[in-house]
């Protein structure tokens, strides 16, 4: 174990978890991009950083998927454990550090959920709780003020689109359900759930694009 | 059944994609289709941004700080031992200390890159001189003439700020690297001190059976750092570990347990604070693995506290 340190030469960091979001934007003074590339020559301060950066918003996603307080530990653990390991395959042309750590994320989560599932050999569909669940509930006094402001945005925008848009975005992001099962679940023909899929995903990324531009 | 699907299939399965519901056989073929077209790629990335920030609506509930303590101290505890583990991967480790306690030197980092390449600079436009125009065409040619200097200063400026965040980026690099090795010296001076330091009491230990081994313990009082080879020992039985034991007048205080290397070397390092009058004996004995409360075995290695 190291012993504290008092420097950290990191950028100093006004967002944590919270920062607007910069879409294939990551540019040098990114403070995420700077902390996943000192991970990639092996700093473990590094990912100290980026834990504590994105712990509120990674957790609050694996325990939604999981509901489970200890899984949702471990979960969390296992994904901050791969983005270290990973750190060098990191390509911050193809998206953000946010969407690399969420995707991860939500997929150790979705991972855990169904290793679960397996072992009751239970595959029905009535784990998927019923849709439009969002809690719009805030945070508490915790969370910062901006990724308060970050998700009443994201809140609005998915509260705009039609219900089973917003549906089908719900059972797959949340629940990991194909696009077969979500047609099983919804009696909708395929076909239609992709475009849902497809038109959900465009209109939230019309919705937050005015975030976009407002990035530093 | 790898029939390749159109563009527009493509697209309009791109949404599905982007939120991970594509089954198997499909995902594949979309997959393939985006990594040759350059438009769908751009695509899916978008709508994944769009998908990763539906992450932000799962109602917030941060880990518990104590618990939230905990897994920061594991993953940073697995990736020290990762990154040294790493390190010796390329060859570049010392010999590992045959002590329980990891060696106190930690192996150089390999994976520490040297200089990276800078990125490669954006030619700066040239600012032509412009030339002076005649009669009503001056006006004009000077106002061009300005335009071009303002876009040709943002352009100049654009390129600094990219050399700017290039150094920026190499200047955090090298602080974490300047950092890493302050560090190792002070770890190095740490233990040095604690061999040789004015307050340091050495206590010679001799065999107490026909083999020989030796120990030698440095007990720095100032700073309750402790620091123990032993040479020659025989090699522990299957299940049984060596246990170091600092003796008081009224008891025996484990320092650790360890194991031989395989020239029956061992270094054991410990910190416990003691008051400098109070040790009256150091001994190793040989114990089940894991050590036990209080010593069972045959004493090993066993040196009284000199009175000097």
Known sequence: MHPERQLLPYPSVSDPASGRPRPGSASADDPDLALVRAMAAGDERALGLLYDRWQPLLHSLVFHVVGDAGDAEEVLEDALWQAWRQAGTYDESRGSVRTWLTTIARSRALDRVRVRRAARQDVSLEDAPASAEFVLAGGGPAEAAEAADLRARVEQALAGLPPDQRETVELAYFRGLSQTEIAEATGQPLGTVKTRARLALQKLRTALSSLREEAP | ?308
């Open chain 2, 1 to 308: 059944m790898t029939i390749e699907m159109t563009h527009d299939e493509v697209r309009e399965a791109l949404g599905a994609e982007a939120l991970g519901a594509l089954d198997g056989g499909e995902r594949e073929r979309v997959l393939a289709h985006v990594a040759g077209c350059d438009a769908c790629r751009a695509e899916l990335d978008a709508l994944r941004e769009a998908a990763a920030l539906v992450a932000h609506v799962a109602p917030h509930r941060p880990l518990a700080p104590a618990r939230t303590a905990d897994v920061r101290s594991r993953l940073l505890a697995r990736a020290a031992a990762d990154g040294v583990s790493r390190a010796s991967q390329d060859d570049v480790t010392i010999e590992a200390a045959p002590a329980p306690i990891p060696a106190a030197f930690p192996p150089p980092r390999a994976d520490a890159e040297p200089a990276r390449a800078a990125p490669s600079r954006p030619d700066v436009t040239p600012i032509t001189s412009a030339r002076r125009g005649r009669g009503a065409m001056a006006g004009w040619l000077a106002a061009a003439a300005s335009l071009l200097l303002l876009i040709a200063a943002g352009v100049y400026a654009s390129g600094l700020r990219r050399q700017v965040d290039a150094l920026q980026a190499r200047a955090t690099q090298l602080e974490a690297e300047r950092t890493r090795l302050a560090d190792r010296v002070q770890q190095g001076e740490a233990t040095v001190a604690s061999l040789s330091g004015p307050a340091v009491k050495v206590i010679e230990m001799a065999a107490a059976r026909p083999a020989d081994p030796t120990g030698r313990m440095f007990w720095d009082t100032r700073t309750a750092r402790w620091t123990f080879f032993a040479h020659n020992l025989p090699a522990t039985r299957p299940g049984r570990e060596y246990q170091l034991w600092l003796v008081t007048a009224d008891r025996k205080i484990s320092a650790g347990t360890f194991r031989p290397g395989p020239r029956g070397s061992a270094v054991v390092q410990a910190e416990y604070e003691l008051p400098p009058g109070s040790l009256q004996a150091v001994a190793v004995t040989e114990e089940p693995a894991g050590g036990q409360p209080q010593p069972t075995g045959a004493i090993v290695l066993a040196g009284a506290m000199s009175t000097r």
